[in-house]
């Protein structure tokens, strides 16, 4: 049996991901505790770990962020990536680690695992010697010489011009945007009795033994400089809630294509892609869902859909014929694990990268846009449900890391991690 100290970011997209991989430790008799805010304790425990909250002083309600950083709310681009990259991710990073590294004292783990986001393990591994596991929530979003740097939304470029233009790019980046993340992150570190380290909050960490990356290899770009202990494994689907009952409409019969629309859980203004997709969607011949955590916000409803606050991604996708969506990670990769297209709107935090990428790898439309107009939307739902090509894109890289072996792969190599406390390399498997 090994001992498992998860951490995750208090977002769902940051702790639903995990949960599932969670749940398969547990199952084969490993010992998890995860900590992160108290509104996921049922669903920890439900996975079979231990829930451990995390301190108030650690917390950032995603709500309200706005009122706490009232500045933010007029940033876009590069300087949004900014504030948050210190704001968000670098700042509390000792007082995380600080936490982790308690509970550790208080019962000894073979291994540390948190998401990418929760910059605080990095730290809490590598002042307790403690093997390190990280899950990729988003696209791979460390410094390449192939790839343009994160932010920018740029294609993949490997030639001699390509890298001049990546390293030229990321230097940039490295001052303007994440430079800032250097004195915040060495501060941090010093909080915990670590030296500095001159590394921005985007820079690869050595002490990283395994990365499990929550999507097929096909999805991001090519690499040549992957580090090897990057694994692709596939999002796997995390389990509906417990009670969950499907709506009255959910038996309907209807021979019209599923069209889902999801505003995801951070960026829900559902004037940037509820509505312009609602209003372009309204006299196709097409049923639409449209999913929101506001669904009160929405206004009208053309007869063709309905708006409803939560449904299972994974009973949803199995319906579906086509996805519109904001770029959110998850929701694109378990769209893309049931074989559905996709038509993508987002440029906000990593949405731009997300939509650039569903693009690039076939399964799907970018719509270069934040706010996309009803008929921009409706047009890219035209193509993909006409263009057989995007879902057997779509089909083609779920079938490189199927969704429903991804957390068992995932346990997998943590356990190897755990009992080995070596890096685990893709030579190794």
């Known amino acids: ?77 590069p300087r949004l990536v900014r504030h948050d990259l210190l704001h968000l991710f670098t700042e509390p990073a000792g007082k995380q680690a600080e936490h982790l590294l308690a509970l550790h004292a208080e019962e000894p ?74 004195a915040a992150l060495d501060r941090q570190r010093r909080r915990v009795g670590l030296p500095p380290a001159g590394r921005t909050v985007l820079e690869w960490s050595g002490r990283i033994g395994l990365y499990l990356q929550l999507s097929p290899p096909g999805f991001d ?64 011949p097409v049923r639409v869902v449209a999913i929101t955590p506001a669904p009160d916000r929405v206004g009208p409803v053309p007869p063709n859909a309905v708006v409803a606050e939560f449904v299972p991604y994974g009973a949803l996708f199995r319906r579906a014929a086509a996805v519109v969506t904001n770029g959110g990670f998850g929701g694109v990769q378990l769209a893309i694990a049931h074989g559905v297209p996709l038509v993508a709107a987002g440029r906000t935090e990593d949405k731009g990268e997300v939509c650039a990428r569903v693009a690039w790898s076939g399964v799907g439309i970018d719509l270069h846009a934040d706010r996309p107009s009803p008929n921009d939307v409706r047009d890219g739902v035209r193509t993909v449900l006409a263009s057989p090509a995007y879902a057997a894109a779509a089909r083609a890289l779920a079938a490189t890391a199927p969704s429903e072996q991804a957390a068992a792969r995932g346990a997998e190599l943590l356990t190897t991690l755990a009992v080995t406390a070596r890096p685990v390399t893709t030579a190794d498997r």
């Open 221 to 284: 770009y090519p690499r040549s400089d992957l580090p090897p202990v990057v694994h692709s494994i596939g999002m796997p689907e995390p389990p509906p809630p417990s009670g969950w009952t499907p709506p009255p409409w959910w038996s309907e019969p209807d021979n019209r294509p599923l069209v889902v629309v999801t505003q995801g859980t951070v960026a829900t203004d559902p004037g940037k892609l509820l509505r312009p997709a609602l209003a372009g969607l309204g006299d196709e």
């Open 109 to 182: 783990a073979d291994a540390l695992v948190g998401d990418t986001a929760f910059v605080g393990a990095s730290l809490a591994a590598e002042r307790a010697g403690l093997p390190l596991g990280i899950y990729g929530i988003s696209v791979f979003p460390y410094a390449s010489r192939d790839v343009a740097p994160f932010g920018s939304a740029l294609p993949p470029r490997s030639d001699l011009l390509g890298r001049v233009r990546n390293r030229v790019l990321g230097a940039a980046l490295r001052r303007l945007v994440a430079g800032p993340t250097t």
């Open 1 to 77: 049996m090994a001992r498992f100290l998860f951490a995750a970011t208090p977002q769902p997209g940051h702790v639903n991901p995990g949960l599932p991989i969670v749940r398969a430790l547990a199952d084969a008799g490993h010992d998890v505790r995860l900590t992160t805010g108290p509104e996921f304790e049922a669903a920890v425990t439900r996975a079979g770990a231990c829930f451990v909250p995390l301190p108030d002083e650690t917390l950032l309600d995603t709500a309200r962020v706005e009122q706490r950083f009232p500045r933010r709310a007029g940033l876009t681009g």
